[in-house]
Nanobody, 125 residues
Framework: QVQLVESGGGLVQDGGSLRLSCVTS????????MGWFRQAPGKEREFVAV????????FYGDSVKGRFTISRDNAKNTVYLQMNSLKPEDTGVYYC??????????????????WGQGTQVTVSS
């Protein structure tokens, strides 16, 4: 059974930082692309970042480029999202997701087969 468990969310002030973690089990982590998505109240789920398995290739949503960094530790089956210079518009539930194989820029959330339960991030102004 595939499980993805996010942690690290919380309340932070405008300009602050948080580091999210997603620990996985039940999947071949080293050959899975791992992604982060977020959803704000009343809005659609938004792509945040993805890291592929076969190279260090990473992809970021336009709204987080230069502020967020995705990384992975294959030995720990864990993916991270370092979030700096947080803004109130970054508020939402952050979800970890996995897909077999690599991710390409034409893909979307429907191309990920496993999801975590999410962790709340709130940025106060």
């Amino acid at each position: 059974q595939v499980q993805l468990v996010e942690s690290g969310g919380g309340l932070v002030q405008d300009g602050g930082s948080l580091r999210l973690s997603c620990v996985t089990s039940g999947l071949t982590f080293s050959s899975s692309a791992m992604g982060w998505f977020r959803q704000a109240p009343g809005k659609e789920r938004e792509f945040v970042a993805v890291i592929n398995w076969s190279s260090p290739a990473t992809f970021y949503g336009d709204s987080v480029k230069g502020r967020f960094t995705i990384s992975r530790d294959n030995a720990k089956n864990t993916v991270y999202l370092q979030m700096n210079s947080l803004k109130p518009e970054d508020t939402g539930v952050y979800y970890c997701a996995a897909r077999r194989g690599n991710y390409g820029p034409m893909m979307g959330s429907a191309d990920f087969h496993s999801w975590g339960q999410g962790t709340q991030v709130t940025v106060s102004s």
